[in-house]
């Protein structure tokens, strides 16, 4: 992302230079993206995200740290109409409400026994559940670069795991975890509250 965003300011600077017009402003801030990132509900069915903009958004979400830098988690990506409605169909009546109008959904699943293990072995008590581990800090970088970017998301764990195999030919060496939605919010959501910082924060 900071290489693109290098990219972009270095050549609106030659073209400045040029043209004598302003520099475009730099985008939002990193305090910005995580204080306005919300999880999603209500979709604003009128726009669209393009292929492109989804490899980008999985190029920076790459850039997440893992186990042994072993990136076991991958990402199905439905985008078609007929796709994305086969995904809503395995999500439950819920959640199928919550994403109607997002152009975009994604199964995140994560390789198993590369996380936490060395050399074949569990390295700690934890286990496997590195996997799940790494696969969660991948999906942090992807909601907050699709936040950067200026689309929504929503993290459902709420699925049908084996029809979602089959629909996308999972293999059974992959952990399905979560689905994601990605579109753009019809609404400003409220912010629900947080906990107070001294209630999960201990200073020694």
Same mark, same amino acid.
């Given at each position: 992302?900071?290489?693109?965003? #290098?990219? $972009?300011?270095?050549?609106? %600077?030659?073209?400045?230079?040029?043209?004598?017009?302003?520099?475009?402003?730099?985008?939002?801030?990193?305090?910005?993206?995580?204080?306005?990132?919300?999880?999603?509900?209500?979709?604003? %069915?009128?726009?669209?995200?393009?292929?492109?903009?989804?490899?980008?958004?999985?190029?920076?979400?790459?850039?997440?740290?893992?186990?042994?830098?072993?990136?076991?988690?991958?990402?199905?990506?439905?985008?078609?109409?007929?796709?994305?409605?086969?995904?809503?169909?395995? @999500?439950? &009546? #819920?959640?199928?409400?919550?994403?109607?109008?997002?152009?975009?959904?994604?199964?995140?699943?994560?390789?198993?026994?590369?996380?936490?293990?060395?050399?074949?072995? %569990?390295?700690?008590? @934890?286990?496997?559940?590195?996997?799940?581990? &790494?696969?969660?800090? $991948?999906?942090?970088?992807?909601?907050?670069?699709?936040?950067?970017?200026?689309? &929504?998301?929503?993290?459902?764990?709420?699925?049908?795991?084996? %029809?979602?195999?089959?629909?996308?030919?999972?293999?059974? $060496?992959?952990? @399905?975890?979560?689905? @994601?939605?990605?579109?753009?919010?019809?609404?400003?959501?409220?912010?629900?509250?947080?906990? &107070?910082?001294?209630?999960?924060?201990? #200073?020694?």
């Amino acid at each position: 992302m900071k290489k693109h965003l #290098f990219l $972009s300011l270095l050549f609106a %600077a030659m073209l400045g230079s040029c043209t004598s017009e302003s520099t475009p402003s730099a985008g939002p801030s990193f305090e910005e993206v995580v204080t306005t990132r919300r999880s999603i509900r209500h979709y604003d %069915a009128t726009k669209t995200i393009s292929e492109a903009e989804v490899r980008q958004l999985l190029t920076t979400t790459q850039e997440a740290p893992s186990w042994a830098n072993g990136q076991p988690t991958k990402y199905y990506v439905a985008m078609t109409p007929e796709k994305v409605q086969a995904v809503q169909e395995l @999500i439950g &009546d #819920f959640n199928k409400r919550n994403v109607q109008g997002a152009p975009v959904l994604m199964v995140s699943t994560y390789e198993k026994g590369k996380s936490g293990h060395f050399q074949g072995q %569990a390295t700690n008590e @934890i286990g496997e559940g590195w996997g799940a581990y &790494d696969n969660g800090v $991948s999906n942090a970088y992807l909601v907050l670069t699709a936040r950067a970017m200026g689309f &929504d998301t929503l993290i459902m764990g709420m699925r049908d795991s084996e %029809a979602l195999r089959t629909l996308f030919g999972i293999p059974e $060496s992959e952990t @399905i975890m979560a689905v @994601i939605s990605l579109g753009y919010r019809a609404s400003e959501p409220n912010r629900p509250g947080r906990r &107070d910082l001294d209630e999960i924060v201990k #200073f020694f």
